[in-house]
């Protein structure tokens, strides 16, 4: 048997797990989630240089990425809000089940109801992460003669970059048109910025154009090395086979 074939025959059982490795190194990061959900956890992770992809199965869609990006990738969809919260309507909240509700539970049904709905239209407004409204409607008693002011508190988390200062008094004015018996006064606006991705650092370094490694890039590297270590252990057996003629 020759030199290269003893070296072949070294070589192969390092080699084979790299390959199959590229393959199959892959991890779940989200499931059912709808397709518009993961078509943008899948930009916003191409956009930050991670590959992922997504699979449908049986109407949801679920997205994966490598085994060596998934910690990146969480980080990077936790900076951005993503996959984006599903927020209930009016009509799923009041679906029909045949139970017949209290008064007090139908009034706490309708809160949420309201709550989820103008959370939602804050959710769409540009650089906007996450949108929650909490509101105190006090029930009317009909022994007042003057009824309780309701009141209303917005929380958002925006994106890094963006100013949502200027928007305040729409947001307020958006949430005060929503609630009957709503005061201007009596809603708070709370803005709140969001960490930058922590792997935006890492992910600026490289040039305009350029992309972060691939499992491609480094399984052919893995392999490269190999090879080279393999030459020098094949130059290595003959010059000690000269030596010792």
């Not at 947001?171 to 910025?193: H, M, R």
Request: glycine residues 8%; neutral net charge.
């Amino acid at each position: 048997m020759t030199s290269i074939a003893r070296l072949s025959r070294r070589l192969a059982p390092l080699v084979i797990p790299i390959v199959l490795l590229a393959g199959c190194g892959k991890q779940e990061l989200y499931s059912q989630l709808s397709e518009r959900q993961a078509n943008e956890v899948v930009a916003a992770l191409q956009a930050a240089g991670i590959d992922a992809e997504k699979r449908s199965q049986e109407g949801q869609f679920s997205v994966l990425t490598a085994n060596g990006d998934f910690p990146a990738a969480v980080d990077t969809l936790n900076a951005q809000g993503l996959p984006r919260e599903t927020f209930d309507t009016m009509g799923s909240v009041f679906k029909r089940e045949g139970f017949v509700s209290t008064p007090l539970e139908e009034r706490a049904r309708l809160l949420h109801a309201m709550s989820q709905e103008i959370s939602n239209t804050l959710s769409d407004i540009d650089g906007v992460i996450t949108a929650r409204v909490h509101l105190v409607v006090p029930e009317r008693s009909p022994l007042s003669d003057k009824p309780q002011p309701s009141a209303a508190a917005v929380f958002i988390k925006y994106r890094p970059g963006r100013n949502l200062a200027a928007q305040v008094p729409q947001i307020k004015a958006l949430v005060v048109n929503s609630i009957e018996g709503l005061a201007y006064d009596n809603v708070t606006v709370a803005l709140f910025p969001a960490d930058p991705s922590p792997v935006g650092a890492s992910l600026a370094a490289p040039a305009p154009g350029a992309r972060a490694p691939r499992a491609g890039t480094l399984v052919g590297a893995s392999i490269g090395l190999l090879v080279l270590g393999g030459s020098g252990l094949l130059w290595w057996h003959r010059r000690n086979g000269e030596g010792t003629r």
